[in-house]
């Protein structure tokens, strides 16, 4: 998956967007990307250039220098995967959720819609950067979608260490009947993670990058405790997969999912 050369940041302008500006910031400095704001206003509203230049200008000062103004009305959601398309941006940052405002769509059924209906990936930020990411984490339910996301963490962030974590679970019942059953189980879950590393095809010094790890138990469980370890700085998740991890990144959890991470969240999409 190819790194972006455009991104697309939805922001209100407000100083307290600072967070996703200066991810957005970061990271084209990075990957020598090009940076295009996005505001969006109600479809009835008239919004006077000269001041949202000037709040931009207040707020987030030279780092400001160098960024493209796109200004749109309507749904925000909506507006946001257009002009995404539109500009053929390669990634989408948008910032967590606030309260009464703009950004209250970010979360919720605003990120399911982008999820459905965007091409590029989805970065949530929610954390104050300092720095790119160095240590990621990717859930993989060993399905296409998960091993596009896991390139497109590779591709992105060539510096950062990878822990590919699947999370499977040994009902109650299962315990019940035979000691045998979970150790079987386990070996099931082995063969399977170490079968789809081979299909990764992984070249020599990805594959260095990238450590695989089992965890028994609840998907979501799983990820919140590793997450609140504080040993990651992103959450990396493939938004299509198989059995219960589509329900966990896609529709009605996906606001779930984005609310609990303590730590900023990268959405992305296989192409149909």
């Not at 910031?25 to 000037?54: C, G, H, M, Q």
């Not at 103004?69 to 940052?93: C, F, H, M, R, W």
């Not at 703009?102 to 930020?125: C, E, K, N, Q, W």
């Amino acid at each position: 998956m190819p790194v972006p050369t455009k991104i697309l940041l939805a922001t209100d302008l407000t100083a307290r967007a600072d967070r996703p500006f200066a991810r957005a910031k970061l990271l084209a400095d990075f990957w020598n990307a090009d940076r295009t704001l996005l505001y969006v206003d109600s479809p009835k509203a008239e919004v006077d250039i000269a001041k949202v230049e000037s709040l931009l200008l207040r707020n987030y000062g030279a780092d400001a220098e160098g960024c493209n103004l796109a200004i749109n009305y309507g749904k925000p959601p909506e507006v946001i995967a257009d002009t995404a398309s539109q500009l053929g941006s390669g990634l989408i940052i948008v910032g967590a959720a606030r309260h009464n405002d703009i950004s209250d769509y970010f979360l919720g059924t605003a990120v399911d819609h982008l999820v459905h209906h965007a091409a590029a990936p989805i970065l949530i930020v929610k954390e104050r950067p300092l720095e790119n990411y160095h240590r990621i984490l990717v859930a993989t339910d060993f399905s296409d979608s998960s091993a596009h996301a896991l390139h497109a963490a590779l591709a992105f962030f060539p510096d950062a260490k990878i822990e590919l974590v699947h999370a499977y679970h040994v009902a109650y019942e299962a315990w019940l009947k035979s000691d045998g059953v979970a150790t079987e189980m386990l070996s099931d879950a082995e063969q399977e993670l170490a079968d789809f590393m081979t299909s990764l095809d992984l070249s020599e010094s990805d594959a260095a990058r990238v450590s695989p790890r089992l965890v028994e138990g609840n998907l979501h469980q799983s990820i919140y405790k590793m997450l609140a370890s504080g040993d990651f700085d992103l959450l990396v998740l493939g938004t299509h997969g198989r059995g219960g991890f589509v329900m966990a990144t896609i529709g009605s959890r996906a606001s779930e999912m984005m609310g609990w991470s303590p730590v900023d969240v990268l959405m992305v999409r296989k192409p149909a």
